[in-house]
């Protein structure tokens, strides 16, 4: 039951934020905002909502290790499965952005930062509005990055029928839709991590991450199929970003974060390398099918060791 409880409350989790994202991408086309400003601010909070939603109600029911799990594993399988997904099946990577000297290390700052927050063994308040803070930043660079793009960039974007009164009640229907699956999410992926002795975290970083993840597979593969690399790319490092600042910021403001980092090292070690992979690949500009498999050869490793310590 709990079973079936978990995968209808994902399912719930998982429409109401491809809802947020569908209207979000009208509202952005209607102020023809460019694509990868969509991909790295509207469509990566909006897949991050899944995320966001159910560590703050894993933090507000006193399971942090559900919280900083969801938002550990969640990093590793956007960069290791679904940037890895988006190398494999596009036909045409070539970015016009560069996304090294704009983008690659706003995914690592935080990363950092996270690592040095955790080694007293809690994320405080403190530290919540400090990644809160980043990601306002970040933000603020994309918009003022967007005025600077060419007028051609932006012609390229087709024209949406827009409707404020069709918009707001949809936006709000799937806010619902969010936050109740978040609840029943985490209620029932605990229950199912105590009947079967599993513990939370394992539950968080494979089960739940992997669920919450699903909006950014099928946004970037969208995306990718259509040869649309830029907003693919955008869209998993601002998500990425979302994820340790807004995500684990917010559930750390609803209550603070405690963590035994020396008993999960391997899954934040596992995180730290895949951001560096990040890093190195939009450095060298090596979107290809090898960076690809490589990417999916340090999931396979995550994988392994995580199954073998249930």
């Known amino acids: 039951m709990d079973f079936l409880i978990f995968v209808i409350a994902m399912g719930g989790l998982i429409w109401g934020a491809d809802l947020i994202i569908h209207q979000s991408e009208r509202i952005a086309l209607k102020f023809n905002i460019p694509e990868f400003i969509i991909g790295a601010t509207l469509i990566a909070l909006g897949t991050s909502l ?16 559900i919280s900083v799990a969801n938002v550990i594993g969640s990093n590793i399988l956007n960069i290791t499965l679904v940037l890895a997904t988006v190398f494999l099946i596009a036909r045409n990577i070539n970015p016009n952005r560069d996304f090294f000297a704009k983008d690659s290390t706003w995914a690592l700052v935080p990363v950092l930062l996270f690592m040095l927050m955790i080694l007293d063994g809690v994320i405080s308040r403190f530290d919540a509005i400090l990644l809160l803070l980043l990601m306002g930043a970040y933000l603020l660079f994309l ?35 969010v936050v109740i699956g978040a609840h029943f999410t985490v209620e029932s992926a605990s229950a199912i991590a ?8 394992v539950i968080g970083i494979v089960m739940i991450s992997l669920g919450t993840s699903l909006p950014e597979l099928v946004v970037s593969i969208s ?72 990417l999916i050869i340090i999931l396979g490793l995550f994988l392994n060791n995580t199954l073998q310590s249930m």
């Open 50 to 65: 899944p995320e966001m939603a159910a560590s703050i109600a894993a933090s507000y029911n006193g399971k942090p290790d």
């Open 143 to 177: 918009l003022q990055d967007a005025k600077n793009m060419p007028e051609e960039d932006l012609e390229d974007l087709d024209e949406s029928t827009f409707s404020w009164v069709k918009t707001i009640p949809v936006l709000i229907g799937a806010f619902l839709l």
């Open 194 to 201: 105590k009947s079967f002795g599993i513990s939370e975290w």
């Open 223 to 294: 995306a990718a199929a259509k040869d649309k690399v830029d907003m693919a790319i955008g869209n998993i490092i601002g998500s990425n970003m979302a994820n340790t600042t807004v995500v684990l910021g917010s559930a750390a403001l609803t209550s603070p974060l405690s963590i035994n980092s020396s008993a999960y090292i391997f899954d934040i070690a596992t995180m730290i390398v895949a951001t560096l992979l990040l890093v190195f690949i939009t450095a060298n500009k090596l979107y290809s099918k090898s960076a690809g498999i490589s």
